[in-house]
């Protein structure tokens, strides 16, 4: 059985971990037999009301996390590599916002401490990431200077974007992936594309998380 680390960045889409990508990831590693554990930062921050797309009260990320992850979640600070065969970011809007601030300034963007030095860790160790919609942008954010390839679907702004840092972009279906056996990063685009159905944002996560396992 091979330890995964999962690392969720709140609880919805407009402002933390994309629900049906996490929630789509830890069934797939389910599924392979793998020992998951999900980590999150441990800081506040102004969320966003999902119904009126509105400012909402202040909450805290690894609390909102938790609500993904059944109660069972640790502190980012507290992920180390060498406990774990590999590292899986699931997206939404705040592995932009928590994560990184890619969403303020692109590939000019800064990375959260703990995030950057776990990717360099991992990368570093010959050990595979996955990286599910808007995550894989703040992934070529740190690796860019190994020229990884990576997806996140067919935006041509974001992908643009991602080039700056080295990365090449591929462009990629929402129920397919993208696989760099050089870097082992696996991408899949999920809700990049806004109007995805969920059996096809789960089809493309299976497949990555299938591959990611296989070379755990």
């Known amino acids: 059985m091979k330890k995964i680390a999962v690392v969720l960045s709140g609880c919805g889409f407009q402002d933390g971990a994309e629900i049906t990508e996490s929630v789509s990831a830890l069934i797939a590693l389910s599924e392979a037999g793998a020992d998951t554990q999900c980590f999150a930062p441990d800081l506040n921050f102004k969320s966003t009301n999902h119904r009126s797309g509105q400012p909402g009260d202040e909450r805290n990320v690894i609390e909102e996390a938790a ?5 069972h979640i640790q502190p980012l600070s507290e992920l180390k590599e060498q406990d ?4 899986v970011f699931p997206g939404g809007f705040g592995a932009a916002l928590h994560l990184s601030n890619w969403a303020e300034k692109g590939a000019d963007c800064s990375v959260d401490e703990n995030v950057q030095a776990l990717v360099e860790s991992f990368h570093k160790a010959s050990k595979p990431i996955a990286a599910l919609c808007i995550a894989p942008a703040m992934i070529s954010r740190v690796l860019g200077d190994h020229n990884p390839s990576l997806t996140i679907g067919n935006d041509p702004a974001t992908a643009a974007e991602i080039e700056k840092t080295g990365a090449q972009h591929e462009n990629c279906a929402v129920d397919d992936y993208i696989t760099d056996r050089m870097n082992k990063l696996i991408t899949s685009p999920a809700y990049m594309y806004g109007d ?3 059996h096809l944002v789960y089809k493309g996560i299976r497949g990555a998380i299938r591959e990611f396992y296989e070379m755990a």
């Open 67 to 71: 609500r993904i992850s059944r109660g």
């Open 84 to 87: 774990f065969d590999g590292v």
């Open 196 to 198: 995805a159905k969920p």
